[in-house]
């Protein structure tokens, strides 16, 4: 191998090593609204673990395990999972290696090894969503999957709960439809008029997707009432 072809090699390896450092490290952070919660409220305590934080409320029956959104810092879901805790389900928020969960799939078998609920209910937003339903397709771990604007890509036997937003211009809507035949258990579906994809999360306008007409916490709301109605029947 000449001199030539060597130096070239080296530049396509750093140039490389370079996208994958900027692709990894370049993500939607969380807004004040979020981090103003991390410390907690007078009704939850928030504890940090070792992958993630732990939203103390009142519940002692059933807990949600959440993964976040790609490449979306994950305490911008703290405002709507601080809502749900509040309201008597505790929450376990994951913290994903360079957000991005495909590389933490099983981060849920440590939240439960470490716990003792009698129920507990995985969710996922966005691609958290896909990986999430993942997890319940390989496991038999959980009582139900609760996908925010996400779609399984594998069967699904376990009762699902699907919300999503009507101006949502991000989730593929094709890809989406198609993937309701995986589901054999119990569907419900939430379409929230006038909500978007990225108001699940305080972390700004994500690309591509609809202006919303309503507000992020109207579409929380909403959406911590489907998953309270969900849970109540489920467990």
């Known amino acids: 191998m000449n001199k030539k072809i060597k130096i070239a090699i080296v530049i396509v390896f750093v140039l ?18 979020a981090t103003d919660l991390v410390n907690g409220s007078s009704n939850v305590s928030v504890v940090k673990t ?15 395990i959440f993964y976040p959104g790609g490449k979306v810092e994950y305490t911008s879901y703290l405002p709507m999972l601080m809502n ?20 933490s799939q099983n981060s849920a078998d440590s939240i439960m090894n470490d ?20 997890y319940v397709n390989a496991t038999n771990n959980t009582d139900g999957l609760i996908l925010l604007a996400a779609y399984p890509t594998e069967k699904i036997s376990k009762p699902v709960l699907s919300i999503y937003g ?25 379409i929230i008029k006038g909500a978007n994809h990225a108001h699940f999360g305080y972390y700004g306008n994500q690309s591509g997707d609809g202006n ?24």
Do not use: W
């Open 16 to 33: 490389v090593l370079g996208y994958a450092a900027f692709y990894l490290t370049d993500y939607y952070h969380a807004e004040k609204t």
């Open 50 to 64: 070792s992958n993630g934080l732990f939203l103390n409320g009142s519940g002692n029956d059933s807990a949600v």
């Open 84 to 103: 749900l805790a509040e309201r008597g389900i505790d929450c376990y928020l994951v913290e994903m290696p360079f957000n991005i969960a495909f590389f």
């Open 115 to 134: 716990s003792s609920y009698n129920h507990y209910f995985i969710a996922g937003h966005s691609l958290g969503g896909v990986v999430a339903s993942a």
């Open 166 to 190: 009507s101006n949502d211009n991000v989730l593929d809507k094709e890809k989406y439809n198609e993937a309701k035949s995986l589901i054999t258990g119990n569907f419900i579906e939430v």
């Open 212 to 235: 919303a007409n309503i507000t992020a916490e109207n579409q929380q709301n909403q959406t911590v009432d489907a998953i309270i109605k969900f849970i109540s029947n489920n467990s």
